[in-house]
């Protein structure tokens, strides 16, 4: 049994009223197949769950078995992707660092013997303002889109995905993105504690927009990192906890907000600056900026497993009863959101959401592999809630009740889908030509959509696609929010 078990199973779960708790690290191959051909899942060493928990639905048994193996694989391939991923931030910031190619070249075949020009090379610094993420690279845009005025109801929408892009890199970078690029104020830059994972798994910044007449202060979360399996595994994974009054959530998301071991959320911890936990720290820098503006407004945002955080953020904020905060968000803006609930927990948020008169924009890009995960049949509990803002690859958008084929997995939508990928990676050469210079996209960015042609809906999911819909949406289609519609067409989807 693997350490991560144990520990999880140690744990007291008084908490929550029910839970199921995936562990595929040690899993052997043939418990794994046990579990295909017995109702008795509480016996299977690799899930933690109430004793005598039976799972009658075979089909249920079979997506627990593929989530478990998908992580499986995630975990077997985490140190190659994550070595990937260092070598191809390593080559652009390298050239970046030294003058360009073409300048790092000429300095290379001067005069000077080759021991001389290596003294010179200059190595990327990590913690630099100029220093790039892969997501960075893939989108080398900093600046907010100067067309998109306050009046205009794709402001926020087009603010917010800039900052759940921009809250993948560094302090330095995010400090001097605000500042200088946006002309707004830098709040701070938060490294938060997963008590479950023992490490600082979470990321969020703050930043304080007084452009327009009234102060809007943002939060955005850090998303999947394109090359961490680990954060991939999230997405894939089925583990869940029954919360009295929530409905059942979402257990990675709630453990990278904060979910306390053995107590879950209790309204208040005693506050460790060492392990700050992601949830109670920008609760109260919240509480502290509102202290000096009563009438700023709040802005919360993420792309990807940000996403989720940002729409777990208000549940447990609901949940505390922290009233004063809530009638301050002016909207959740999610990008490539994965599902984070049941059915329960949607109704829960939906009127959290209509009670304080918040917005929540879900948008999903074109066939964005994220937001169909995890998946969702009537034998599965993972639901999405509100309208979706759904953009097509030509960015033209509609509101629907669900994304079109919302698993993903699917032998009708297999040919289009790569049909769709081609286009993306033809599209990617001629876009500078239809929109203008800022649309240009980067060499790293038409790698990744040649990695479509292989599995497509993976490169949907980048960053990119989001800021262009934002740009290039309708103006009338933000002025639709699931807080504005009534109970009768602001179900769960």
């Known amino acids: ?256 907000l904060g979910l306390q071991k053995s107590q879950g959320w209790p309204k208040d911890i005693e506050a460790d600056d060492q392990k700050p936990y992601a949830y109670y720290v920008i609760r109260q820098k919240l509480k502290e900026r509102l202290e000096k503006n009563p009438n700023a407004k709040i802005l919360v945002t993420g792309h990807s497993l940000g996403a989720a955080l940002a729409i777990v953020f208000p549940a447990v904020l609901a949940h505390h009863e922290e009233t004063d905060l809530l009638s301050k968000i002016e909207g959740v803006y999610t990008f490539g959101q994965p599902r984070v609930g049941d059915q329960n927990f949607g109704e829960y948020m939906k009127k959290v959401l209509l009670t304080h008169g918040s917005r929540y924009h879900r948008f999903v890009y074109c066939n964005d592999l994220v937001p169909r995960v995890p998946f969702d049949n009537s034998d599965l509990l993972f639901k999405h809630f509100g309208d979706c803002h759904y953009y097509d690859s030509f960015y033209k958008g509609q509101v629907l009740a669900e994304e079109p084929n919302k698993n993903y997995f699917s032998i009708i939508a297999f040919i289009p889908m790569f049909t769709n990928a081609m286009w993306e990676l033809v599209r990617s050469f001629i876009i500078y030509y239809q929109n203008g210079p800022e649309y240009s996209e980067t060499f790293t960015c038409r790698g990744w959509r040649v990695i479509g042609l292989l599995i497509a809906g993976l490169p949907a999911h980048g960053p990119q696609d989001y800021v262009n819909l934002t740009r290039l949406g309708t103006p009338e289609l933000f002025k639709l929010s699931s807080a504005a519609h009534g109970p009768q067409d602001y179900g769960v989807k």
């Open 1 to 256: 049994m693997t350490t991560e078990l144990i520990t999880t199973k140690t744990c007291n779960k008084s908490f929550c009223e029910d839970y199921l708790l995936l562990s595929p690290k040690d899993v052997g191959f043939f418990d794994l197949i046990k579990l295909l051909f017995s109702k008795h899942i509480s016996h299977r060493k690799f899930i933690d769950c109430p004793d005598g928990t039976v799972e009658e639905s075979f089909p249920h048994r079979f997506i627990i078995f593929i989530s478990i193996l998908a992580q499986k694989v995630l975990h077997l391939v985490d140190k190659p992707l994550g070595w990937l991923g260092s070598a191809i931030e390593f080559g652009p910031n390298f050239f970046d660092a030294n003058g360009g190619f073409l300048k790092l070249l000429l300095n290379l075949l001067s005069g000077l013997t080759y021991e001389c020009n290596l003294g010179k090379l200059v190595l990327p610094n990590k913690e630099s303002p100029e220093f790039s993420t892969v997501i960075g690279l893939l989108d080398i845009r900093r600046d907010l889109d100067n067309r998109i005025k306050h009046d205009d109801p794709r402001y926020s929408s087009a603010l917010a995905i800039m900052a759940a892009k921009s809250a993948y890199e560094n302090q330095a970078y995010i400090k001097e993105t605000v500042e200088k690029h946006w002309k707004m104020e830098f709040l701070g830059f938060f490294d938060c504690w997963n008590d479950y994972e023992e490490d600082y798994t979470s990321q969020v910044f703050m930043w304080s927009d007084n452009t327009g007449d009234a102060e809007l202060i943002g939060v955005s979360f850090r998303g999947t990192s394109p090359f961490n399996a680990k954060d991939w595994s999230s997405d894939v994974d089925l583990s869940w906890y029954h919360l009295p009054g929530l409905g059942k959530v979402h257990a990675g998301f709630l453990k990278a």
